[in-house]
Nanobody, 124 residues
Framework: VQLVESGGGLAQAGDSLSLSCTST???????MGWFRQAPGKEREFVAA????????AYADSVKGRFTIDRDNGWNRASLQMNDLKPEDTAVYFC???????????????????WGQGTQVTVPS
């Protein structure tokens, strides 16, 4: 299984970016999520989505600004990031959990597969 992220880059504060994660394996029954790691910090949870898209969870720091979504037909998950802030600067990782429950959140998403990461930079 490979998860390939795309869509990162340089953005100004207040701008929007969209990240995409494409899987080489069907994700139709998998929970999907996004994490990020800023320089010198530990990897942190950003967002999660259940296999059917009906359950979503967000870190407090991104709630109201970021939206996670998925397209099972294309084996793809996405993260729409609006109103970006300098503190959003990090490497963003896609994650997949083949046995995630329908009620998904930071605790129930237990990634088995990770993408290689994509850099998002928002200068201060």
């Amino acid at each position: 299984v490979q998860l390939v992220e795309s869509g990162g880059g340089l953005a100004q504060a207040g701008d929007s970016l969209s990240l995409s994660c494409t899987s080489t394996h069907t994700i139709a029954s998998w929970g999907m999520g996004w994490f990020r790691q800023a320089p010198g910090k530990e990897r942190e949870f950003v967002a999660a989505i259940s296999w059917n898209g009906r359950s979503k969870a967000y870190a407090d720091s991104v709630k109201g600004r970021f939206t996670i979504d998925r397209d099972n037909g294309w084996n793809r998950a996405s993260l729409q990031m609006n109103d970006l802030k300098p503190e959003d600067t990090a490497v963003y990782f896609c994650a997949a959990d083949p046995v995630a429950p329908i009620q998904i959140d930071e605790q129930t998403l237990r990634p088995r597969y990770w993408g290689q990461g994509t850099q998002v930079t928002v200068p201060s």
